[in-house]
């Protein structure tokens, strides 16, 4: 896939909810081949049935969502499955199968094509990259909150996607292990679409951050843009303080919760 | 905590050899216990029987053999390997341990229409009569469920379990009234088709089991990555490219159909479908391919052991199997809460 090449697209994208509550509310955009796009907003934005509109998960009241330029849904499953994986926010997983066993489930949309050396080679590279080699014999039950993110995302990794839906990947890890996950998924060599909430890692792993409030899209650029501080400040009520890191002068975001607007 | 599998041929074989000398015990021991030599005779007819100096069998004796007590072996292992798949599948779909053949309502609703036709019509098929009432009835309780189901699948599998529990109530209402209201010999056909028993069990009707377990092998070999996708949870499964709620629906179908098969040979053989998937899973992990076959082969074990034990216990008296399934699933039942207690 050449960079710059559009994977997915949305085009006006309506979801009308129960009691005709408009979740989605024309939702237009386009996400092209590498880049690393971050979704941000508050609780009840529709992020993440945004991301599940754009994964094919759920269908829109109207407009429509294209996949290398087609219908999602004319695509057939299985070369769907080929193309985008999706790492979803705590599912209810086998807790008998081990860490491996629940890894290879991610090459089942391959398992026709590829013979059973070439799907274990994949298996195997994912485990590695997700620093799961020690537990790969462990039960999914008995890992720690951490660990089962791993395990999650390297299943979506051993699907081999050209385009990754994360939701909420740094869901239930301690601030270490969110800065490792987000350094992790920005090495991938795929594009990545990931509902984040942790606005202060946004900019270090997005190259680009859609901000989503009630249903629309407020702003999407760089996050120097998306997350200007009238934005932070309109969207989620936050002050965006930036400050020098006192030893290597880096600039860092900090924000803050805040009854007004401040301006520095 | 590190998972420990078996290797799948090794519990293959140990299972397989079991099974292999459960099966002569079957045809040996019952309300009238035939010598093996007897057996051998009779399986090696007269002339190669006298070429390994094996007395012939008497006439009756054959008779015993050939038409009761092999064709009773036969469906016993068929039916032991069904009830076990279609117990895995469910407890897959459903995401829930306790998920067993009959969720649907299938006993009470089996029990209902060979109650049904006992009461009004009697034997107008001859010995097809019960069989038959007892399918369409289990069906139509499995109708009504998964009518219920796939109305409301969109709110969780959970769903088929309330509506089971629902029908179940309705069907055993209907049965139980014509009971009461009517011929009682239909009594005894209820206690027969909500217990179970394998004294129906002829050459003539074997082939509705092998129609029943013929179907869930080949719906098993063809969707077993598909039924793995499902231990990922919905939307993992959708991205893995399973339509999770037809995946559900394909399998109440099939399972369905084929423990109505089953319930219309045997009665409700309870517990089956429960115990041994569990069981199979320890050895082998939940992962369909390997599960799948063990389960066939851990269930047949099971009812043929049960139903030598259900005819030894009494004899000549022959108890119910269901009796004995339904004492050894509550003893496991408890050690799967105590177990779960405690991981």
Redesign the interface.
């Known amino acids: 896939m050449k960079p710059s090449e559009i994977l997915l697209s949305c085009e006006n994208l309506f979801f009308i909810g129960p009691k005709g509550r408009v979740l989605l509310d024309g939702v237009s955009l386009e996400v092209k081949a590498g880049e690393k796009i971050a979704i941000v907003g508050p609780n009840g934005a529709g992020k993440s049935l945004l991301q599940?509109h754009l994964?094919?998960?759920l269908e829109g009241t109207s407009g429509n969502v294209k996949l290398l330029g087609g219908p999602i849904g004319r695509i057939?499953?299985?070369?769907?499955?080929?193309m985008?994986?999706?790492m979803?926010?705590s599912?209810?997983?086998?807790p008998?199968?081990?860490v491996e066993?629940?890894i290879s489930?991610?090459r089942?949309?391959h398992?026709r094509q590829l013979g059973g050396s070439e799907n274990i080679l994949e298996i195997e590279r994912a485990i590695k990259l997700c620093g799961l080699d020690k537990l790969k014999?462990?039960?999914i039950?008995?890992l720690s909150g951490g660990e089962r993110q791993r395990a999650s995302l390297a299943?979506?990794i051993a699907?081999s996607p050209d385009l990754l839906?994360l939701d909420e990947p740094t869901n239930h890890l301690d601030l270490r292990a969110k800065v490792d996950i987000l350094d992790l998924i920005r090495e991938l060599p795929t594009t990545v679409l990931a509902v984040i909430h942790e606005l202060a890692l946004v900019e270090d792993f997005a190259d680009r951050v859609i901000v989503l409030q009630n249903g629309k899209i407020i702003a999407d650029g760089p996050p120097a843009v998306s997350l200007s501080k009238k934005i932070v400040w309109d969207v989620f009520e936050m002050n965006r303080v930036d400050v020098s890191h006192p030893i290597s002068g880096k600039q860092l975001k900090v924000f803050e919760a805040s009854e007004h607007q401040i301006n520095l | 905590?590190?998972?420990r599998r078996f290797p799948l041929s090794v519990v293959c074989v140990v299972a397989a050899v079991i099974l292999a000398v459960m099966l002569p015990l079957g045809v040996a021991y019952g309300g009238l216990n035939i010598p093996s030599e007897t057996i051998f005779s009779v399986l090696l007819g007269n002339d190669l029987g006298a070429f390994f100096s094996l007395e012939p069998a008497s006439n009756p004796m054959t008779k015993i053999i050939i038409d009761l007590r092999l064709p009773r072996m036969v469906l016993a292992s068929i039916v032991g390997s069904g009830l076990a798949i279609v117990g895995a599948l469910l407890q897959t779909a459903t995401?829930n341990d306790l998920a067993d053949p009959f969720l649907f309502g299938l006993s009470s609703g089996a029990a209902a229409g060979a109650v049904l036709v006992i009461t009004f019509t009697g034997d107008f098929l001859g010995i097809w009569t019960l069989p038959i009432a007892a399918f369409v009835g289990g069906l139509v309780s499995a109708i009504t469920v998964l009518a219920l189901v796939t109305r409301t699948i969109h709110t969780g599998p959970e769903r088929l379990v309330l509506a089971g529990l629902a029908v179940s109530f309705l069907f055993t209402a209907i049965a139980n009234y014509f009971v009461f209201a009517g011929d009682q010999r239909a009594a005894h056909s209820v206690v027969f088709w909500s217990l179970g028993g394998l004294g129906l069990a002829r050459w003539e009707t074997i082939g509705f089991a092998v129609l029943g377990l013929s179907m869930l092998i080949s719906f098993c070999a063809l969707k077993k990555?598909?039924l793995?996708?499902l231990?990922?949870?919905?939307?993992?499964a959708?991205?893995?490219?399973?339509?999770p709620k037809r995946m559900r629906i394909q399998i109440f179908v099939v399972c369905a159909f084929a423990t109505g098969l089953f319930v219309s040979l045997v009665g409700v053989i309870g517990f089956v479908g429960l115990m041994v998937p569990h069981l199979a899973?320890a050895f082998v992990?939940?992962?369909h391919g390997a599960l799948l076959i063990v389960c066939g082969l851990f269930g047949a074990v099971l009812v043929v052991s049960s139903d030598i034990v259900s005819r030894l216990i009494l004899a000549p008296q022959e108890l119910p199997i269901g009796i004995v399934t339904a004492a050894v699933g509550a003893v496991f039942v408890i050690f799967l809460i105590i177990r779960k207690r405690t991981?």
């Open positions: 599940r994964s094919g998960r057939s499953p299985i070369n769907r499955a080929q985008m994986a999706v979803a926010q599912e209810h997983i086998e008998l199968l081990s066993e629940y489930l991610g089942i949309p398992k014999r462990q039960s039950q008995t299943r979506a699907q839906f | 905590m590190i998972v995401r990555h598909k793995d996708a231990l990922s949870g919905d939307d993992t959708h991205s893995l490219g399973i339509n899973r992990g939940p992962l991981v």
